[in-house]
Nanobody, 113 residues
Framework: VQLQASGGGLVQPGGSLRLSCVAS????????MGWYRQAPGKQRELVAR???????NYPDSVKGRFTISRDNAKRTVSLQMNSLKPEETAVYYC????????WGQGTQVTVSS
């Protein structure tokens, strides 16, 4: 089973990015999926969750700015991030929720002017 996250990069404060994660194997089919992030020196945190049926949950810190979605046929989970803040600079990972944990290599998001 593998998880391949992509779409990160450098963006100015207030900007947007769209992350994607392709999952191989059965992890995607039977599990809720989540996007997580880990900033240097901080614990990994969940920033978005989506069930197999498409119900979503977000912490208050990103609610209204982040949107998670999934394409079950393509085994892809995406994260649209708007109005990004410098403190959201981190490596972003996808995994099942709760995590398997598999993590993969993640994708770096840097919010800076």
């Amino acid at each position: 089973v593998q998880l391949q996250a992509s779409g990160g990069g450098l963006v100015q404060p207030g900007g947007s990015l769209r992350l994607s994660c392709v999952a191989s194997g059965s992890i995607f089919r039977f599990n809720a999926m989540g996007w997580y992030r880990q900033a240097p020196g901080k614990q990994r945190e969940l920033v978005a969750r989506i069930t197999t049926g498409g119900s979503t949950n977000y912490p208050d810190s990103v609610k209204g700015r982040f949107t998670i979605s999934r394409d079950n046929a393509k085994r892809t989970v995406s994260l649209q991030m708007n109005s990004l803040k410098p403190e959201e600079t981190a490596v972003y990972y996808c995994d099942s929720e709760p995590p398997a944990p598999l993590w993969g290599q993640g994708t770096q998001v840097t919010v800076s002017s």
